[in-house]
């Protein structure tokens, strides 16, 4: 009797202890971002929708000499407008589909029009071209008012990059120095312990881990981007990077081993015009969900996909669902640049930019939006590549490439599976 007794106390306490500790830890990735309660996420998200309508509606009365691009921002309820000439503020304030919205506008003082910007983009990525530098991204930064050029700090001295990086100077555009650890530490440190071999039946939704093994037979893990079909065939989409000729495996989260869960082959893979990859789901024993893995949460695991969209406001914010960081969010920084390929010449020049630190593992990763709340979300993209510490040790700076789905459904024909 006196047991149980104490069993049960013990279990009131532990289970008391183990709700204090969940409370503290339960804010979701979103709420984090904004520094809000999770219960104030639809109020914010309702403010983002009500920003991104009105730079919607104000982008194209904002001509390119008088302006230098515009960003928003959820925590101020504000769409800042860089502006060079505020005689012409002052008329687009004016404007009757404007002068509803104007105590949402701040016009602030700014250096660089969108036609300076536009003009020496265009002349960096011809640049680029022609010296194919080892590793670069390139976008216009609304918020720094300049053109951003993200390099490798162990790459500028090589002789392509380095005769970029003269060219593009002419420019003044801000150079972002990053530390490029190409060792991919996380991956090897799977081991090749065998699971049982009983019949596994699992689902695999957007963000769980894909393990592959190269030719060497080293293992590797992407995460998977989401459910695709073609016809009536379906397929896991990911990162073109991450193809090999041999099989995929579901890995879940926080798995250390890897998996015998077989998905099937990667058949169709693009490296030249895009990051983008097709596993065809070959086997019975998976079941793909039109859903992102959220399973952090206790309240919402799972993130049904209702649509995809395209990005349309700087600092609008996104979040990614991957293997090695789970769900975490950040901000639009570009809604295009360019990139460099991975099959070593060209570029990737239809690729968005977000403020999100992603990690070895990720890639291949749903990007996605929240809709109204945390149980409807969007499709915007698959995580490419991405920078994560600069050269002063600052992670705040880092940077992930995304592949836009618009582009990918261009390129490929798919169907993305949704939730309705
Ligand atoms: C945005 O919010 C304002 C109130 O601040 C409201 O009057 C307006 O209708 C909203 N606009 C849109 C496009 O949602
Ligand atoms: C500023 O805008 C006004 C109104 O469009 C225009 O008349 C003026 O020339 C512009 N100023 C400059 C310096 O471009
Ligand atoms: C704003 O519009 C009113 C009426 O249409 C006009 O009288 C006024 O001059 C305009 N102001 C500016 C700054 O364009
Ligand atoms: C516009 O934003 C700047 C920078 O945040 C701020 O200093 C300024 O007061 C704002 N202006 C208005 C009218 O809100
Ligand atoms: C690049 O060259 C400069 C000047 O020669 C040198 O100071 C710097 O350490 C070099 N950087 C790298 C990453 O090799
Ligand atoms: C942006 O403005 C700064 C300051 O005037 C200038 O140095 C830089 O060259 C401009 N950027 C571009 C791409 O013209
Ligand atoms: C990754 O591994 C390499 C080789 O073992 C090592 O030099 C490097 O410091 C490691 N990087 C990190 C971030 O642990
Ligand atoms: C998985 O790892 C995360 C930390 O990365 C942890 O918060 C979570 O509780 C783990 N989940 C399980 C089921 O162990
Ligand atoms: C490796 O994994 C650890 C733990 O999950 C993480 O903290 C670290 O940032 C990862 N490093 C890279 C280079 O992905």
Redesign the pocket.
Known sequence: MKGILISIIFFVFALSNYLIVNNQEQKEPLAKLWNIENDEIPKYLNIE??LS??DEILKPLLDDDNFGGTYIDVLQNTIFINTLNFTKAEQVKNLTQIS??IN?LNFSSALNSTARLNYGFQEIKTFAKFYVPTSLTVYIDAKVNNIVIALCDEDRNETQTASFINRAEIYNPNFNYYICDKADNNTSSLNNIKLESREIYEEILAGDGLNYRLSNNKPKICSAGFWAQIATFSYIATAGHCYVKGAYYLSPWNSTRFSKIIIGQMLTHYLNIMDFGLVFINYKNVTPVPSIRNTDSIQYQELPIEDHIVVSSNGAHLCISAFQSHVKCGYVKALSGFTDALNGDGLFENIFIVSINSLGGDSGAPVFSYKQDLLHTSLNGIVSSGYDYDINGDINNAITEVMPIDFIIRVTGIKVVTAN
């Open positions: 929708k009500n309508n009105v509803q919205y949402l």
